[in-house]
């Protein structure tokens, strides 16, 4: 049976060996080229569940699949193939610290295989020419040459950025991307992120712990609470009562009026800004 929906998630339960269930029996469809923002408190879910899409945790029961592939059962060759079309940006960015941007970029190329044993430092010229496209799309071709341990937190996550970009993926995972960042970097990245889906056509889901920024920027909005899906639905429809559900006890109200707020402060500021 074909469906419509580029990630299709069935009856998705998980259980750590330590006994915690982190998700229960979660359902999620995710059309091509949509972002998703996957919102809730620490502990609820959000990272176990990215992380059962290209089975870096291993999915207790469910189903998962991508453009109609059960990614559940896939042996290791299998899987290798079908991360490639799956690009991770991570919260602490993962970069290698003593190589170049440009090397940590083409280290995307290598999809998720062991970097130190397959990486070889030869490239395809067409994969470096991608490379300095995608870095300067977000605006650090100059700093191609230098090491990643050189790099603030921002452009640190946009060199993530680019190194999933470049394996050229149908869906981006994103896990906490804004974590380390401050406010205004995060709003950044988290534009960068949007517009470059928007470009491309990509699919995401953006595991963000951070309502205000998940509101101003995606279209739908996924509330998890303890493993399971509180709320599915557009930004605007997120009321009090459900923050609330999602989060515990806070004066919602306040924070809705300050996202309006910052979200014309930020258009306003940031629209014409080539964010360095
Ligand atoms: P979130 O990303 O929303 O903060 P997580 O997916 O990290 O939530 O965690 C969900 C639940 O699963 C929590 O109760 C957490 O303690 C538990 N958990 C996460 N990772 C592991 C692990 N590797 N082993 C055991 N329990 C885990």
Redo the contacts with the bound molecule.
């Keep these: 049976i074909r469906s419509l929906a580029l990630l299709r998630i069935e009856n998705l339960t998980k259980r750590?060996?330590?006994g915690?269930t982190?998700l229960k029996s979660v359902n999620l469809e995710v059309p091509k080229g949509q972002v998703l923002a996957l919102i809730?408190?620490?502990?609820?879910?959000?990272?176990?569940?990215i992380r059962c899409v290209n089975r870096l945790?291993e999915p207790t029961e469910g189903n998962i699949l991508l453009d109609d592939m059960e990614l559940t059962t896939l042996g290791s060759g299998q899987l290798r193939k079908a991360r490639r079309s799956m690009g991770m940006i991570f919260q602490e960015y993962a970069l290698v610290e003593r190589l170049s941007v440009m090397e940590n970029v083409l280290s995307g190329r290598l999809g998720y295989v062991s970097f130190w044993r397959s990486f070889s430092r030869r490239f395809p010229q067409s994969d470096v020419t991608e490379a300095y496209r995608l870095l300067e799309r977000v605006g650090l071709d100059h700093m191609a040459d230098k090491r990643a341990d050189e790099l603030s937190g921002g452009q640190r996550q946009r060199v993530g950025i680019c190194r999933a970009l470049i394996q050229d993926p149908a869906l981006l995972l994103v896990d906490e991307p804004t974590a380390s960042l401050d406010p205004k970097t995060s709003r950044q990245i988290m534009r960068l992120i949007c517009e470059l889906c928007a470009e491309r056509g990509l699919a995401a889901i953006i595991?963000i712990h951070d309502v205000l920024l998940a509101q101003m920027f995606a279209k739908r909005i996924v509330g998890?609470q303890l493993?399971e899906v509180v709320y599915d639905g557009e930004p605007d429809g997120l009321t009090p009562d459900q923050l609330t559900l999602i989060y515990g006890e806070e004066d919602w109200e306040a924070t809705i009026d300050k996202v309006e707020d910052e979200v014309s402060d930020a258009a306003a500021v940031e629209s014409t800004e080539i964010v360095q």
């Design positions: 750590y060996k330590t915690d982190a809730g408190p620490s502990g609820a879910g959000k990272s176990t569940l945790v595991n998890l493993g």
